[in-house]
């Protein structure tokens, strides 16, 4: 017996009038062999192609129906955040920054399923990194479990017009090894531009409230490079009052802020996006970007001329003279609790994840994104082959890595999202303010956010 | 002009309207069955789309600790200075301009009918892309404002969304005056239209011209309407997200948010829907007087008439 | 009100003439103000739109080399965010559609039933209406998410449709009643001694009375819904079942994009209800009078 109420009566005469005036009528509860998948958009049209052929062969192979939809990736965080409020979720959630915000918080708020079975086939595939990466607080048990599937990795490289380099009289060969000297070669080049050209900037340093990714990522280069990466331990806590870790900081925002104040800068950095600084350094604003993936590159991949003229290098050594580590950014999905089938969601991850699989898909991509498995640049020549690609891979996959601070800390993800270091830069450069000040001022923040996240020590 | 004659012709009945009223006293019965048949699909709209929506809305921002938090949080409270000046100075600037702007397109003429064409354009054309043109236009480095700057007075313009808070919110407020504004001017306009003509030729035998006829004449009869549509128009403003969004983005510094979109920023951005929900219904203490006060305002010339 | 309006008369001072050149001259100043002030950010769209890739952000205030080219490949469905550009625009249509009709027919019922019918407590109703606006829309975007989904209304178009009736109406309500109070009750009284039906009489004689402002409110709900973005953003996901705005916001969501294109899509886009506009613009005046001018 069905009993009929307000709102099942309403859902279904407004379903029978979607239906009924719509061509496409609304698909209906799926069968049980059937997983949702909701998967960000590609950047450029070959990689949903290849993620509609992967789709295809695992669905020949398995008999499962992977019915999924291909999302931009905005909407996305607003479906995703809607869904996971709501209770009514996908089976399966690929985005570009689960790792940055979604399954950290969500883990520990307990409404991600445990995946371990899945990420161990690879177990032995993936770099130390990326496994850490996979693992989150939850709360509710008060422990770290595997709550993610990783599959792609970005890094931060730096993008140079070497032409620019060159008509400033300067060669990139001659650019110092270590991090503050490294960014200081740039300077002087400015003047030398600006006796042709008139808006002609060194940097493009993104000094940013609004992000949201590329301000967090640009002060966490700064920050590893002044041997400040202990901010946040593994075992979750925040090293505050350590003095090195202050200093750290204080000295990146002093930097940062030092360039915007000499006028090294574009004044409009203070409030970029992610894509403006893309979109100005191809118009030629200025000479370098320190920015994620090679997008950058990729971008012009038709436009040979212009594809080979930018230079990608990898990060040049700390300011301590040691090797560099940058901050690995894990492209990964997960199970939301609620899903209706684990299982075919599992079953299709297990899927994708095998090296051979991964890389066909991610070479689709043009290399925007690297593979969670390092043996495969080495075995696969596509990865080496292209000079973009091959500055990339050294230092995503080649080089020492180190995890994302909300890996340890979900409360990281808020600090990011609260985009407190860009305040901190802002109110350097607007208000005058000292960095050891701002610095503090961060720190007092920071301390607010993370006490919301007690981490129980196991 | 059809709605003066309209108007016009209303007017006589108006006073036996009432009297049929009590006469009549209520409707009979098929003829209720048919009045209730005809508001049930807007019923239906209103419980279905409206009033679960709220409730669940409700629900999910009910918690105080959100709103304790919010107040601690100098973006917060940054961003209620910004709303309210949002409201004031865009609201009432724009309604002031309409209205006289209203008055000036009243002249007859060819080319002043052309120039209310092309002046409606803003509001015909959808608000994403003209708010991103606008926001290049803006653009220190590249953008058309500053390239003009210096292409005729040869000087670098300032960084009008970069630099500082109020430069950011001014350039958010003037855009929304340029979208918003032909609307209430075409609103304020068809208001003068429907002043009796005979009203001003009265005034014009008494010697009134000009700004006297203005104040004595067309202020008293659009007073009402005036208030009405700065009213709405403060309602409508308050939830507008596009203007801050895509003009400021709510930069520099996180400096120039409104609620609207400080909502949608913790809602999405922050992965904290309840505080987002939170953002948005702080607003209430200030909406619902207004609400209210219109309300009265529709019951009241209701009685009037 | 051509002939008889007030400045007819002829010159009583002698200064009049004087004073009425003056008076063009400053007319004229302001409508150049005017021009400039409104098309200067649509001179930007249109200048983008005409522009190399190369030359979008170069420091010109008109494009070295203007070419028609993005149209083309908007119109051709050319660039792969834009591969269903037609079948977008076609959704966009459709929403528009059926929001100006569910809009007008919704909201001239209830507005019959109160206003001329005077159902008792009708008042009720239409402050109940106004509480809509209560809460700003994007205080609704996590609650419309969820009731879409248990409405099986997910990633449907119909779910946009809903929203913007819902906005919509209240206005429409509004504006109706304030011009329906201009018709004479006569007419309908005479239609009812005549035996007319209380549906009769809506369709044969307030409808038709009523044309002015359904023309107005119809214009008002297909421009919301053609400016609305954040629902069609957060209820459409899939290609094809999305908006020409959901489209032209994939354009921001890339590192880098091709932003002659998304202009030119952009005024492809705004050409709708411009026309509509200006088909109508003589009845909407009239329409959107709202009763507000009395004694």
Known sequence: MTIITRRSVLRNSLAVAAAGTLARPFIANAAASTATVWWTQGFVPEEDAAFRKMVEDYQKQSGNT?????????????????????GDVPDLISHDINDQIFVPQNAWDDKVIEVGDVVDTQKDQYSPSVYLATQYYNNATKKRGIYMIPFKTAVIPFHVWNSLVEKAGFKLADAPKTWDAFWDFFKPMQAKLRETTRNIYAMGLQCTTTGPADGNNMFAGFLIANGGNDIVTKDGKAHLDDPKIKEAVAKSLKYITDAYKGGYVPSGAL????????????????????????????????????????????????????????????GAAFIPKGAKNVEVAKDFMKYVIQPQVTNAFLKEGLGRWLPAVPSLVKSDPFWMADPHRKAYVTEGLLSETVPNWMVFNPGWAEVNAQQVWGAAEADIIRNGTAPEAAADAAFKKIDAILGKYPIVQS | MASVSVIEAGRPVLGRRSRLRSLRGGLQGSEYAWAIAFCIPYIAVFLAFVVYPVLYGLWLGHKPALYLELVHDPIYQETVVNTILYLVIGVNVKMFFALLLSGFFMRKGWWVKGLLMIYVLPWAVPALPTFISIHWMLNTQWGLVNNALWDVFHVDGPGWLDTTRWLALGSVIVSYIWKNMPFWTVILLAGRMAIPTELYEAAEVDGATGIRRFVHVSMPLLANLYLVCTLLSTIFTLGDFNTAYFISGGGPALSTHVLATLGIRDAFEIARPELGVAAVLSALPLMIPLVITLMHKLRTSEVQL | MTAVTAQGAPARRPNYKRRRVWGEMAALALAVVLIIWTLAPLYNMVMVSLSSHADVFSSNIWPSDASAVSYWIVLSEGYWYLEYFWHQYANSIYIGFWTVFLTLGIGSMVSYSIGRMRIRHGWLLTNAALMTYLVPASFLAIPFYRIMQSYGLGNNVWSIIAVEVTFATPYAIFIFQQYGRSIPFELDEAARIDGASPIQVYFRIYLPLMAPALVAVGTYALLLAWNEYLYQFLLLSNKRSMTVPVALAQFLNSDESPWNYMMATAVVYAIPPVIIYYLFRGKMTAGLTMGGVKG
């Open chain 1, 66 to 86: 992977i019915d999924y939809s291909l999302v931009p990736f905005a909407p996305l965080s607003q479906k995703i955040v809607s869904a996971l409020t709501s």
């Open chain 1, 271 to 330: 409030s970029w996006n992610d894509a403006d600084d893309n979109n100005a350094f191809h118009s030629k604003l200025f000479v370098m970007d320190f920015d994620g993936t090679i997008s950058t590159e990729v971008a012009l991949y038709h436009d040979k001329e212009q594809y080979d003229d930018i230079a990608t290098l990898p990060l040049p050594n700390r300011n301590d003279g040691k090797p560099n580590a940058a901050q690995l950014g894990v």
